[in-house]
């Protein structure tokens, strides 16, 4: 299974993400992770981006596509993976569109994690203070001023990317803000049916427009959660011409928690 996490900082990616290699056995390809593990190893990269991370702003493409393409060549990324973090703009999201096609690999789906930024800013707020009475470390852009750039680099560079994958027929929303085992339970639902070596994939099943690649992919986009729950301004709307995948076949009460 191949998958994309969207979402803000602090939607709770990480947390997910993990959550799904722990399930599914796939690995975790998490560019924040890589990019602060090349700042502490003092390489090259990791000079160059340390200041950028720092204010909350973006890495340039050309580094992120690189290391993403790098990083997805080693063996264990074949089994599955989960992109976390990664792409964050649309320039990024055509570069792993090539990567991936020409690899012949076929993505399963985009999970959006939807949350409201003033409670993001409310949370971090406080897990700062909390972090600060104890005297813990945070990390460099662990502090509201910084999370707000983030914000904003989010809301102009990668929200753009929810329109893009919800073209594609790849995107499926899920109310971010429930708790973690509620969202966990929400993304299981929405993951295509059946053990990942007995769906389609491969360059067939990647190609645009073929009918084997959308059968293996997430239903279209749909909220899951109260419509209250959901920040304004994303009017959700299914795509007239909806392909008919694995979510659409799955019986009621399948889609409950585990
Ligand atoms: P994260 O841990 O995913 O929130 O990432 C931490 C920081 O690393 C971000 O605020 C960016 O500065 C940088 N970063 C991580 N992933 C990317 C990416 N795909 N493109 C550009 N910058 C990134």
Redesign the pocket.
């Known amino acids: 299974m191949k998958l994309i996490l969207l979402g803000p900082?602090?939607a709770g990616?990480?947390t997910q993400a993990q959550r799904l290699v722990a399930k599914y056995g796939l690995v975790q390809l998490?560019?924040?992770?890589?990019?602060?593990a090349a700042v502490k190893a003092g390489t090259p990269v990791g000079r160059q981006?340390r200041e950028?991370?720092a204010?909350?702003?973006?890495?340039?493409?050309a580094?992120?596509v690189k290391i993403?393409e790098q990083r997805i060549e080693q063996p264990d990324a074949r089994k599955g993976f989960v992109l976390?973090?990664?792409?964050?703009?649309v320039p990024?999201a055509a570069a792993l569109d090539r990567i991936l096609s020409e690899r012949g690999i076929a993505l399963d789906g985009v999970i959006e994690l939807r949350v409201d930024e003033d409670a993001l800013i409310k949370r971090i707020e406080s897990r700062v203070a909390e972090m600060a009475n104890r005297g813990e470390k945070l990390r460099d852009?662990d502090n509201p001023q910084?999370l707000r750039s983030?914000l904003q680099?989010y809301r102009e560079q990668t929200a753009p990317l929810i329109s893009y994958y919800r073209h594609q027929g790849m995107l499926r929303t899920i109310n971010g803000m429930a708790s973690i085992p509620d969202v966990t339970a929400a993304i299981d639902a929405a993951l295509p049916q059946g053990p990942a070596e007995a769906r389609p994939s491969g360059a067939a099943a990647h190609m645009k427009g073929s009918n084997t690649a959308k059968s293996s992919r997430l239903s279209p986009a749909k909220a899951i959660g109260k419509k209250s729950d959901m920040p304004r301004g994303e009017v959700k709307r299914r795509p007239p011409a909806a392909p008919k995948t694995a979510m659409g076949k799955r019986k009621q009460g399948q889609t409950g928690q585990r």
Do not use: E, H, W, Y
């Open positions: 900082p602090g990616k990480g998490s560019t924040g992770d890589m990019l602060r981006a950028i991370m204010k909350g702003n973006l890495v340039p493409d580094v992120v993403v976390d973090g990664f792409p964050r703009t990024q852009d910084v983030r680099a």
